[in-house]
């Protein structure tokens, strides 16, 4: 197993604060386990650290319109759960003309997500003892914020969503770890990340990472057939997992792996119409609404679109950054292919699905504050180094700063504009510019990968094994 405070500057002189770097006494047989095993619990600390961060608004049941951005503890569940019906427990995907006239708004997330909330919704229900349904059919749903014990009701559904994106976290960093078994302490990176404690509630976006990150560790296993499963499930969830599948091509092409891939393919697609059936079966209409809702939309929170149509006072249209954006993003992955298929040796599926979901984030017509968690699992997996890490991801604690003060109109200037969210939104830019370069650069030249540096030793001292291990694994 790898030593971090062997290979990485920044843990070495970080690990003098607690005795020096790893010696001899380290060197246990069950060192792995240990790894795994406290890995975990720096995953629990930071996801802990996530939720008392947000005690300010959960006091406040998230009603103190200015503390949830100047204290940072925004999210969407609060009010999710109330003006979509959850709080009276509607199936998302009713076609029930009294259900829709009363809650003309749908869930405008993918299934994952919607089935998800409607089963804490109810877990909530059990949990709590409010107004019954039919009490609640009564009122008006402007007035169910008001009801007696609706407060109680929303902190307890957050708690137990936060839970769920706990064993998420948790799950990922699993994942993570086992991935590459030498080098466990990769997953460092996702158990220690700030991001991760910074967003990790604001909207169920953890339920998509931990199928990426168990993606990433079935290919490690040579599973193409569960690696084909965790990604229509998390395609389910978030659009985004499905681009994995981009680098899947590269690598069993260039492998000649062609039976693999198409058994991954075809139970990405499998699982993912399994997953929408339910949805599609019970409200076609509304299920469509996820694909109508960012469709039509327009330039719209931490994105380039947005600075360029408030620095030029132009109106961009949806139609026009729907189109420029996907030529741009098929451009980017005809690019990703041919770096990948032009590389020296074949580059591992996490530095691929990084370009490929850093590219579609780069021109998307939206940036969440949570999107960081898009790129979290593959990050840290293609680049297992700390310095690129923390330089990356204070881009984005530079934005998730920005875009809570640009919501609270505190960053105005006299006119009316906020140029300092624009520079922001451009800095977090600029981060992931700088983590594309690093990945590219260390497909190019192999040589300066971390992971390759682990199998190269291996292979010299102890040929057995290296043979031993899946070649598959290199390729994650």
């Known amino acids: 197993m790898t030593a971090p405070t062997a290979e990485d500057a920044v843990v070495r002189t ?3 604060a607690v ?19 406290l890995l975990l619990v720096l995953t629990a600390l930071t996801f802990a650290v996530g939720m008392v961060s947000k005690q300010t608004c959960y006091n406040a049941t998230w009603t103190n319109g200015e503390s949830r951005y100047t204290q940072f503890c925004y999210s969407d569940l609060p009010y999710l759960y109330v003006d979509r019906g959850l709080a009276e427990h509607e199936w998302p995907y009713s076609s029930d003309p009294e ?4 809650y003309q708004q749908v869930m405008e997330y993918p299934v994952g997500i919607s089935y998800y909330a409607w089963a804490t919704a109810h877990i909530t229900d059990w ?9 609640r059919h009564l009122e008006e749903t402007s007035s169910l914020w008001g009801l007696l014990g609706m407060h109680h009701e929303i902190r307890v559904f957050i708690v137990v969503n936060a839970i769920g994106f706990a064993v998420a976290a948790l799950l990922s960093a699993w994942f993570l770890a086992r991935t590459h078994r030498r080098r466990p ?4 990176a996702f158990a220690l990340a700030p991001v991760l404690a910074v967003t990790g509630i604001i909207n169920w976006d953890m339920l998509a990472v931990v199928f990426v990150a168990g993606a990433l560790w079935a290919w490690s296993r040579d599973r193409p057939l569960l690696t084909g499963i965790l990604i229509g499930l998390g395609c389910a969830t978030k659009l985004y997992p499905l681009f994995l599948l981009g680098g899947l091509v590269v690598i069993c092409l260039r492998r000649r792996r062609y039976y693999d891939l198409a058994v991954a393919a075809l139970a990405t697609v499998l699982a993912w119409v399994l997953a929408n059936l339910p949805a599609m ?8 609404v996820f694909w109508s809702f960012n469709s039509e939309r327009g330039p719209d929170l931490g994105s380039l679109w947005l600075v360029a149509q408030q620095a030029t006072d132009a109106t961009i249209s949806a139609q026009t950054v729907n189109l420029v954006s996907w030529a741009f993003f098929i451009a980017w992955c005809s690019g990703v292919l041919i770096i990948g298929l032009t590389a020296r040796e074949t580059p591992r599926l996490a530095q691929l699905g990084f370009l490929i979901v850093a590219g579609f984030l780069l021109v998307n017509k939206v940036y969440s504050p949570q999107y960081v968690l898009w790129l979290l699992p593959l990050a840290v997996l293609a680049v ?4 690129d890490q923390l330089i990356w991801q204070a881009g984005e604690l530079v934005y998730f700063v920005a875009v809570w ?16 969210y624009w520079f922001a939104i451009l800095a977090r830019v600029a981060a992931e510019i700088y983590l594309i370069v690093v990945v590219v650069r260390e497909i190019y030249e192999p040589w300066r990968d971390p992971v390759r540096w682990t199998e190269a030793r291996a292979e010299t001292s102890d040929p057995q094994e290296s043979r031993m291990i899946s070649s598959n694994e290199v390729a994650v």
């Open 281 to 288: 079966a019970t409200g076609l209409e509304q299920w469509k």
């Open 127 to 135: 949990l709590t003892d409010t107004p019954g349904e039919d009490d």
């Open 185 to 188: 302490w990769d997953a460092a």
């Open 405 to 420: 003060w640009y919501l609270a109109d505190l960053l105005a200037s006299g006119g009316g504009d906020q140029p300092a």
């Open 19 to 37: 005795g020096g770097p790893l010696g001899g006494l380290a060197h246990g047989r069950r060192r792995w386990f240990s790894a795994v095993g």
């Open 99 to 102: 259900v829709r006239a009363r």
């Open 384 to 387: 297992p180094r700390w310095r």
């Open 14 to 16: 970080a690990s003098t």
